[in-house]
Nanobody, 132 residues
């Protein structure tokens, strides 16, 4: 059964760092584009970052550019989101999702766009809280 699991969330002070991990069981992440999304209380889920299967396309939301970095370790079947200079506005549940790239280029990670509809598999999320 294909499953994505996020980990690495927690409570951190403003200005601090966290590294989220997205691990998969039942399928190989290197064949998928991976996106990170977040949803704060009372707000819509938004795309944070994505990386295509070939790593040729990487995108970030404007709100996290220069602070967050997405990467993948195919040997560990894991995708990471390094989050630095965290702000209270980054508080949210963070989800990773996988886009199978069935028709060639990923629908969910195209240019600067992180498109939720392109992702078929979702994790349950991990809470990130930025507070002093």
């Amino acid at each position: 059964q294909a499953q994505l699991v996020e980990s690495g969330g927690g409570l951190v002070q403003p200005g601090g760092s966290l590294r989220l991990s997205c691990s998969a069981s039942g399928f190989t992440l290197s064949y998928f584009a991976i996106g990170w999304f977040r949803q704060a209380p009372g707000k819509k889920r938004e795309g944070v970052s994505c990386i295509s299967s070939s790593n040729s396309n990487i995108a970030y939301a404007n709100s996290v550019k220069g602070r967050f970095t997405i990467s993948r370790d195919n040997a560990k079947n894991t995708v990471y989101l390094q989050m630095n200079s965290l702000e209270p506005e980054d508080t949210a549940v963070y989800y990773c999702a996988a886009d199978p790239e069935e028709f060639g280029p990923p629908l969910g990670c195209a240019g600067d766009s992180i498109i939720e509809a392109g992702y078929d598999y979702w994790g349950a999320g991990t809470q990130v809280t930025v507070s002093s």
